[in-house]
């Protein structure tokens, strides 16, 4: 069955990087639009950024050119680079894969049907 499992949070002062990563299992990563998401306490989710399954990336604003989203396929692993580190961007990052597969057409979270167990990111300032 399809399993997604995220690692790589932790904690971290303003200012510096972390890099998470998202093991899918059950199917090839490869096939699906993939997307991180993020939940802080008294928040919605909101989608952060996603990647087609022709490579091409979308970023909320607040992160465009402090986070990359990328995916190998051969390890079935999507990737989120997360530099210059806010503590307004602390929270529980989930990965997701897209219900309609190939093409990232939705960034809501309910275009998304498989989700990972969430990893903690804490920003300090």
């Known amino acids: 069955q399809v399993q997604l499992v995220e690692s790589g949070g932790g904690s971290v002062q303003a200012g510096g990087s972390l890099r998470l990563s998202c093991a899918a299992s059950g199917y090839s990563l490869s096939t699906y639009c993939m997307g991180w998401f993020r939940q802080a306490p008294g928040k919605e989710r909101e989608g952060v950024a996603r990647?087609?399954?022709?490579?091409?990336?979308t970023y909320i604003d607040s992160v465009k050119g402090r986070f990359t989203i990328s995916r190998d396929n051969a390890k079935n692993t999507v990737y989120l680079q997360m530099n210059s580190l806010k503590p307004e961007d602390s929270g529980v990052y989930y990965c997701?894969?897209?219900?309609?597969?190939?093409?990232?057409?939705?960034?809501?979270?309910?275009?998304?049907?498989?989700w990972g167990q969430g990893t903690q990111v804490t920003v300090s300032s």
């Open positions: 990647i087609g399954g022709d490579g091409r990336t």
């Open positions: 997701a894969r897209a219900r309609r597969g190939f093409w990232c057409v939705d960034g809501q979270a309910t275009a998304f049907d498989y």
